[in-house]
Nanobody
Framework: QVQLVESGGGLVQAGGSLRLSCAAS????????MGWYRQAPGKQREFVAA???????KYKDSVKGRFAISRDNAKNTVYLQMNSLQPEDTGVYYC???????????????WGQGTQVTVSS
């Protein structure tokens, strides 16, 4: 099972930017699709973005045009660039190693520990 470690969270004002990183261990990274999820206080964890092993991307509608997911297979790392952040983007962001079933990203039990993102108004 791949091990995942997120970093890059923090406190930022509305309109600001952050870049999250997720470092993966294990030789299967290149074959995995990778996803980012977030969980706000009192809410369920929700899908944010995913990237396939060929680079295809998917996004939650509310982050399209503001967030960009990318991957560097040489570094076993996936990134989430977040621009124009809003208070509703606040939450713990988790990295996941999953796969695509057709065009749908399927999360597996491989989760990181999460990184806190707080956007102040």
């Amino acid at each position: 099972q791949v091990q995942l470690v997120e970093s890059g969270g923090g406190l930022v004002q509305a309109g600001g930017s952050l870049r999250l990183s997720c470092a993966a261990s294990g030789s299967t990274f290149r074959t995995n699709a990778m996803g980012w999820y977030r969980q706000a206080p009192g809410k369920q964890r929700e899908f944010v973005a995913a990237i396939g092993n060929g680079g295809s991307t998917k996004y939650k509608d509310s982050v399209k045009g503001r967030f960009a997911i990318s991957r560097d297979n040489a570094k076993n790392t996936v990134y989430l660039q977040m621009n124009s952040l809003q208070p509703e983007d606040t939450g713990v962001y988790y990295c996941n190693a999953g796969y695509y079933s057709g065009t749908v990203y399927v999360a597996t039990s491989s989760w990181g520990q999460g990184t806190q993102v707080t956007v102040s108004s």
